[in-house]
C-alpha cells in the first residue's frame, strides 16, 4: 500500500540545478530521541526549504530519492524516519515491522523530530519552511500547519484524515491535499468532511482528487498516472512558490 525499496520518485518537471550535496543526518529532537534523517541541497536555490514526512515505513529509499528530486527543482530539503525511538538509527532489512513500530509512535513524537528537521534547515538557510508528507506522513504534515513551528504552508499526498485529528481550528498556514481517487486506504467520505471542516472554520486550503488514482500513486512504475504525478509536482511548485512570496 505505501512505497517499497522498489519505487521511485518521479523527477519534478522544473529543475533548477544539481545535487550539491546529499546524505544522511543524525538529529535529536528536544526530548533526546536521535533518529536518522537524510539531507539534498541543491546547486541552484530556489529560496525555498521542505521537510519530508515519509509513509508509514518511515525513512527508506524512496524518500532518499525524493529529498534529491526535491534539491534538483532547488529546495534545501531534509527527510525524517519516525521511529529512532523504538527501532533505532542503524539500517534496517526487508524485516522490518513498520506497523509495530507505528502503534508506539505519538504526534507528540512526529512533532519533536519534524522541529528537529527544521531547525536543521533553518541553520542551513533562512527560507520560508514547507512539510511535504505522503499517507501516514500527510496527515501529520497537515497537522503542522496547526502547530506554532512556523511552517509556511503544509502539503499532505494520500493522507488519512485519522492522522490530522481534530486541529482544524488551529490551522495558522495554508493547506495542499493531493489525493487519490481509488484510494483504498482512506474512503472518499473522510476527505469530505475534512474539507467541510475547513470550509465551517474559513481555512485556506487546496484540495484535488485524481479520478481513479491508487493510493501511493507518485511512483514512476505507475506509467499510466505519468500525468498525474506531473500535476501533482506542478501543484507543490506552485503552492511553495505563492505561500513563499506571501510571507514577510
Not at 528537521?117 to 520560508?128: F, H, S, T, V
Not at 487546496?206 to 500535476?231: I, K, L, N
Amino acid at each position: 500500500m505505501c512505497h517499497s525499496d522498489t519505487s521511485l520518485p518521479p523527477a519534478a518537471p522544473i529543475r533548477t540545478g544539481d545535487v550539491a550535496a546529499c546524505g544522511i543526518l543524525e538529529l535529536t529532537a528536544a526530548d533526546d530521541n536521535r533518529f536518522r534523517a537524510y539531507r539534498a541541497v541543491p546547486t541552484a536555490p530556489n529560496g525555498r526549504s521542505v521537510a519530508i514526512l515519509p509513509d508509514v515505513r518511515g525513512l527508506h529509499p524512496f524518500y532518499e530519492a525524493l529529498t534529491r528530486r526535491f534539491a534538483e527543482a532547488g529546495f534545501h530539503a531534509v527527510a525524517i524516519d519516525y521511529y529512532g525511538r523504538t527501532a533505532g538509527i542503524g539500517d534496517r532489512d526487508g524485516e522490518f515491522d513498520a506497523f509495530a513500530h507505528m502503534a508506539l509512535l505519538e504526534g507528540a513524537h512526529v512533532d519533536a523530530d519534524v522541529d528537529a528537521a527544521m531547525g536543521w534547515l533553518r541553520a542551513e538557510r533562512a527560507d520560508p519552511i514547507f512539510t511535504v508528507g505522503f499517507c501516514l506522513g500527510g496527515g501529520h504534515s497537515w497537522r503542522q500547519a496547526a502547530r506554532a513551528c512556523g511552517v509556511a504552508g503544509a502539503v499532505g499526498f494520500y493522507g488519512p484524515p485519522r492522522f490530522f485529528g481534530d486541529t482544524t481550528d488551529r490551522l495558522a498556514a495554508p493547506l495542499l491535499l493531493l489525493l487519490a481517487g481509488a484510494d483504498i486506504a482512506t474512503p472518499p467520505e473522510e476527505y469530505q468532511a475534512l474539507a467541510a471542516g475547513f470550509d465551517a472554520a474559513g481555512k485556506e486550503y487546496e484540495m484535488h482528487v485524481y479520478d481513479g488514482a491508487p493510493h501511493s500513486y507518485f511512483d514512476v512504475a505507475y506509467r499510466e498516472w505519468e500525468q498525474v504525478c506531473t500535476d501533482s509536482w506542478h501543484r507543490v511548485l506552485d503552492f511553495t512558490a505563492r505561500e513563499a512570496h506571501q510571507r514577510p
